[in-house]
């Protein structure tokens, strides 16, 4: 008996000296605002289940706090910032805002996030299947998306109709490459339309090809890493309202493509890229390392291969991994 109290003894000095023994402090409690052109339930919703670990301002029960359990809380925290902090939601251009809000949903689709060593202890951060169908609504409007045999005939032959940007080039050869010596690929326009995005940002409608090889790695679902010699190509139109009020595709803006070769294109991460713009196709840059620009963009996709459209994404109506388990 007294031996036992000697252990709980030892037990208890060795906890209390251990609490002098904290994490650096990181900075906690400085509120996030609101997020800007976010529907403030939406914005209620990712505080609640997201902001303790992706924004500065951290919300820390008193369990959060004890050796060791603070260390672990706190290393979610520093990863997950370092992942996405909310915090710096202004200093993103509105797209790249729709590009993180689209990742996010998809990451708590997957049951990825937020972290489930984190909601069961803080089941106030689990998202209950009402919050799901208000996030998904959401990204839904950001990013109407069609799969192939949906994706409206009708407005792919408007847009292919307008597009031939290269009506009056006869000889391809006479576009320049790009500066990262990328040559034009006029056979796209014969390639499987795998997705349409006509409301992603205001004003444009959108087109996405996949080549061969990257509808058959989306029939194997081989998509990741996608095999090397899938290309996609995402053509842009500005968007024109009819007098009936339905929108068909105006002017034409731009043509980018996604040329994958792991070793060719290591340097910038295993991708080739390349945008051709106007009707003249003028090959988009000012220096080689323009791709920075598009790899930057695409990196809150980094884990899908820096590809946004994805079988996963694509089937955003279908997939509902949520409903199934509530
Ligand atoms: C307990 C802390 C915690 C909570 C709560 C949390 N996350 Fe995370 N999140 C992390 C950590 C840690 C990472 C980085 C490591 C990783 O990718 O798993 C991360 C990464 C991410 C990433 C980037 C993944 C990548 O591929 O780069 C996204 C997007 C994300 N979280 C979204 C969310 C959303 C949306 C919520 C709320 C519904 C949420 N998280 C809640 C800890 C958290
Ligand atoms: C401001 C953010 C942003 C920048 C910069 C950007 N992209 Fe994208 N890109 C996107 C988003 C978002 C999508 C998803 C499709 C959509 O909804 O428009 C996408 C899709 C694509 C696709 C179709 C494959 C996929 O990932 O879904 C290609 C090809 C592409 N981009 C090429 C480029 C190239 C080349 C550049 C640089 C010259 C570039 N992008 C720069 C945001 C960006």
Redesign the pocket.
């Known amino acids: 008996m007294r031996k036992g109290l000697m252990i709980l003894a030892v037990l208890l000095f060795v906890f209390t000296v251990l609490q002098f023994w904290k994490p650096k402090e990181i900075q906690y409690s400085s509120p996030a605002k609101n997020l800007t052109n976010v529907p403030s339930e939406v914005n209620t919703i990712l505080r609640n289940s997201c902001f303790d670990c992706h924004s500065n301002s951290v919300n820390l029960a008193w369990f959060d706090k004890i050796t060791p359990a603070n260390f672990i809380v706190d290393s979610h925290i520093k990863d997950g910032r370092k992942a996405l902090n909310f915090s710096n939601w202004d200093t993103l251009?509105k797209?790249?805002q729709?590009?993180v809000m689209?990742y996010s949903f998809n990451k708590i689709l997957l049951g990825e996030m937020p972290l489930l060593s984190y909601t069961a202890l803080h089941p106030s951060a689990k998202l209950d299947s009402r919050s799901i169908t208000v996030l998904k609504n959401y990204v839904k409007t950001l990013?109407a998306r069609k799969t192939n045999p949906e994706v409206s005939s009708v407005s792919i032959s408007k847009a292919d109709a307008v597009h031939h940007p290269d009506k009056k080039i006869t000889d391809y050869k006479k576009v320049k490459p790009s500066l990262n010596k990328i040559s034009y690929i006029p056979d796209f326009r014969s390639w499987k339309a795998i997705?349409t995005?006509d409301r992603?940002?205001n004003g444009s409608m959108?087109i996405?090809y996949g080549n061969k090889t990257a509808v058959k790695a989306i029939a194997e679902h081989q998509t990741n890493p996608w095999p090397d010699g899938a290309i996609?190509?995402?053509t842009a139109w500005k968007q024109k309202t009819e007098a009936d009020g339905s929108v068909s595709p105006g002017e034409f803006i731009q043509v980018?493509?996604?040329i994958k070769d792991s070793k060719k294109y290591e340097s910038s991460k295993g991708w080739g890229?390349?945008?051709w713009k106007g009707k003249d196709l003028k090959p988009?840059?000012d220096s080689v390392s323009?791709?920075q620009?598009?790899i930057?963009?695409?990196s809150p996709?980094k884990n899908n291969d820096?590809?946004?459209?994805s079988p996963l994404h694509l089937d955003i109506n279908k997939f509902n991994i949520y409903s199934k388990n509530q």
């Open positions: 251009d797209q790249k729709s590009a689209f990013a997705s995005t992603f940002d959108r996405i996609f190509a995402k980018e493509f996604m890229w390349a945008r988009y840059g323009f791709d620009e598009c930057s963009c695409h996709v820096y590809v946004f459209t």
